[in-house]
């Protein structure tokens, strides 16, 4: 489907959004403690390594189901992670980075996406309805944006608990999104709706979808919103304050790396959050312990899909 070219209002334009620093706070990272930085880093190269792993793993044609996967996007399901521990996860399709954020079986993961029956779906599933309830991480259906509503139902089912959720800027645009967080901020609900906004619906820009802001809509229901890039650390402050005012919500400008679905590429996004993060580890005095926690976590994924690959051969 074509779509008709919009003339947006400067006001409303998406387009000045989209940036590496947008919103940034200068010393947002001199707020966080070493420790936790490197918590936090340690969670961002599980993710990635996790998804190169998996890409390769495709391109080899040992996956065979359909992935989507992460890789761009790794550093917002980071820096919530960090702020809402403990919380229940509902993702989008996209959904590795918030899975592995919040303490996912890594080795039920990669079971699911080799088709093996020790999946987390029993090896039938894929990418879209990954979960592990012993984390209180719940599965999505594959219905562009049906985890907001369920989101709003665990809340309402888990009274005094609070309720991440993940989804992207296109299911920001289905109506039952928006009615549940309509409802959500009527019922003050403790839930954080985090939207990891790439810009696009498959391959559709938003500029060409809507001419409205997600921030503005959500405090137009009444609940706090911020609208930011996809900076780690800015990312953690930011959840870490909202998650005392749920419900709130948070539009994170990031850029997948790759195809909506699959591991092809259309070329270099327009901004390289991995790089900007190594270069922040430098500035800051932990390049070392970075280079040390990436290549851990890369042993650790490569000796996992070895053992499951080995396993799925003699099945």
Known sequence: MSYPEKKLAPEASHSHRRSATWGMIPDVVAQCASAVTLEMYSTYSLIRQFELRVR???TDKDVECLIYLSLGQEAIATGVAAAMPGSWVLAQHRGHAAYLAFGG???????ELLGLPSGC??????????????RKIVGHCGLIGDQVPVAVGVAL????????CFFGDGAAEEDYVLSALSYAASFRLPILFVCDDNDLSVLTPTASRRTWLLEDVAKAFGMPAVDITDDPWLVRHHAARLS???????NVRTCRNIWHVGTGSDGAPEWDRHALIKRTMRDIGLERE???IEKS??????SLWKERLQIKSAS
């Open 157 to 164: 089912g888990r009274p005094g608990e609070k309720v991440t």
């Open 290 to 292: 970075a280079i040390e």
């Open 297 to 302: 976590k890369q042993l650790a994924v490569e």
């Open 244 to 250: 005392g005012q749920l419900p709130a919500l948070m």
């Open 121 to 134: 779906c029993r090896g039938v599933g894929g990418s879209p309805p990954v979960h592990d309830l012993s």
């Open 56 to 58: 390769q793993a495709q």
């Open 105 to 111: 079986d890594r080795v039920r993961l990669a079971d």
